[in-house]
Nanobody, 129 residues
């Protein structure tokens, strides 16, 4: 299984980007999908996640109010809409899939990398100064 993250690029301060996570031949609707990011020289950071049932979403403090995660089962895709981008949002963004975050009651698992079994290649986001 290979998840594919795309949509990264350069963004002016306050600008927007929409990242996409797809997986040809893989039923993403059966999994929770999360976004993580890793800036150069820093540890991986959780950003957002959507539960298996799509009835709950999770956001890190850095993402709340600016980023929105959504799922389109018809397109077999999950999106991360990023608004009000800042230079400190610069990182490689990864999507990941797992079954642990099934329901709202499982939200405590949403931000943990260990909750996800499948990872894709990242996409670079650069927030300009």
């Amino acid at each position: 299984v290979q998840l594919q993250a795309s949509g990264g690029g350069l963004a002016q301060p306050g600008g927007s980007l929409r990242l996409s996570c797809t997986a040809p031949g893989f039923g993403m609707h059966n999994f929770a999908i999360a976004w993580f990011r890793q800036a150069s020289g820093k540890e991986r950071e959780d950003i957002a996640a959507i539960s298996v049932r799509s009835d709950d979403t999770y956001y890190s403090e850095s993402a709340k109010g600016r980023f929105t995660i959504s799922r389109d089962n018809a397109e077999n895709a999950v999106y991360l809409q990023m608004n009000s981008l800042k230079p400190q949002d610069t990182a490689v963004y990864y999507c990941a899939a797992g079954a642990a975050y099934y329901h709202k009651r499982d939200r405590y698992l949403a931000g943990s990398p260990g909750s996800y079994d499948y990872w894709g290649r990242g996409t670079q986001v650069t927030g300009l100064q």
